[in-house]
């Protein structure tokens, strides 16, 4: 172990922890981890989205959004992945949506990832919220268990580490 301590970024380091969960979640939808809603979610779109959309509804099932055809360009979703962040869900449906429509065709890979992304970092921990010494030691053993402790999915480092010798010379310690 090196000297000197770890500054660890709580949301960033969560962030990835959940990022490897989602990632493994998008690839297997399940039929047996659904939830209905209670009330299904209605889109209208234009007659050439729709026809778009149409074309891509095989690929949203493959990422969890089950968009069924209800008719005048419209669609209706009654139900979602167990998985999806709750309070959260007509937000993910949305954003997966409009993914196909600006990029025309959608690419389930990239689906896959954004998902992952875009769920990890709504479901981790947000600025001033304080951890306790419980909550520390388990985000700390889950990081260690991630493929990539190092990195938040956006790239941003999860921890800093300073030596001693670095903090004695912010300090004028040693010349």
């Excluded at 050439?48 to 008719?71: I, P, Q, R, S």
């Excluded at 669609?75 to 999806?84: L, N, Y």
Aim: hydrophobic residues 40%; negative net charge; aromatic residues 10%.
């Amino acid at each position: 172990m090196e000297d000197g301590f770890y500054l660890i970024d709580q949301h960033a380091a969560q962030e990835r922890i959940k990022y490897e969960y989602f990632r493994d979640k998008v690839g297997e939808v399940n039929p047996n981890e659904r939830q209905s809603l209670l009330l299904p979610l209605t889109f209208h779109y234009s007659a050439d989205e729709a026809l778009l959309l149409k074309e891509n509804l095989h690929a949203l099932t493959e990422v969890g959004v089950f968009l069924e055809d209800f008719g005048q360009s419209s669609f209706v979703v009654r139900e979602h992945p167990t998985w999806f962040p709750k309070g959260f869900e007509q937000e993910i449906i949305e954003e997966h949506i409009e993914q196909v429509l600006q990029h025309k065709k959608a690419d389930v890979k990239k689906l896959r990832e954004d998902a992952a992304i875009m769920m990890s970092c709504k479901k981790s921990i947000k600025a001033n919220y304080y951890l306790t010494k419980e909550q520390m030691d388990a985000l700390l053993a889950d990081l260690r268990k991630a493929e990539n402790p190092f990195t938040c999915p956006h790239g941003r480092p999860v921890m800093i580490h300073f030596s001693s010798y670095e903090v004695e010379k912010m300090f004028k310690r040693v010349m």
